[in-house]
């Protein structure tokens, strides 16, 4: 099984770095997993975007890209569920 490396936009590295401790505590074991699997269960892809996919932790949200061809997952955005999905 291939390894993806996982990159951060700075959108979700400034999105991190306002979230409480405890978020980014629960929120960061659930990003490093999608180097493994960046399909886990749960995770959906968003109507409207062709490339676009999110994880679920909490009230937040994990909207990231995947580039099988890289192997890449670039995270774009850690959010709070009501303003983590990118206008269509």
């Given at each position: 099984m291939t390894?993806?490396?996982v990159t951060f936009a700075r959108s979700a590295r400034h999105d991190l770095e306002?979230?409480?401790?405890?978020v980014?505590?629960?929120?960061?074991?659930?990003?490093?997993?999608?180097?493994n699997?960046?399909?886990?269960?749960?995770?959906?892809?968003?109507?409207?975007?062709?490339?676009l996919w999110r994880i679920r932790v909490g009230d937040y949200r994990v909207i990231y890209s995947i580039d099988?061809?890289?192997?890449?997952?670039?995270i774009l955005y850690v959010r709070h569920r009501s303003k983590a999905y990118p206008p269509v």
């Open positions: 390894e993806y490396r306002i979230l409480s401790t405890s980014v505590n629960r929120v960061f074991p659930k990003i490093e997993t999608l180097a699997q960046p399909r886990p269960l749960g995770c959906l892809k968003l109507r409207g975007w062709h490339d099988d061809a890289g192997p890449i997952v670039d």
